[in-house]
């Protein structure tokens, strides 16, 4: 599926920009806490997408891109958070941030609700 090698592509790369968030947050600004949270979300993205190319079926595929894609939504909370509470107010890349999670929040929901209707 096109979307699939997409989605690895694009999460992998997400990841490589919430590292480089979290650093920022944690060096810069001293905030550890959201940082951190953050940092665990935004890098299981790709994780649980990468674990679902060894699915040992369609069914175990789904659950994993379920995972990503709740692990999405969290990453959009927590950048939120951040950005609503000033954190994000001189970090260059917030406007790629929110533009690619919601990008692959959009995919993932795409490539779920297709995997439940062939699933069913």
Known sequence: MK???LIKE???KF???II???KFLNYELKE???GKQ???SGTSIGANIEEAQAAQSKKDFLAK???ASKEARETLYWLKLLDDSDYLENYYNKDYLFAEINSIIN???KIVKTLTEEVK
Do not use: D
Request: glycine share 0%.
């Open 3 to 5: 979307e699939e090698n």
């Open 10 to 12: 694009k999460s992998y």
């Open 15 to 17: 990841a490589l920009e």
């Open 20 to 22: 480089e968030l979290y």
């Open 32 to 34: 550890f806490v959201l």
């Open 38 to 40: 953050l940092l665990k």
């Open 65 to 67: 891109m379920s995972i």
């Open 107 to 109: 995919i993932l929901t």
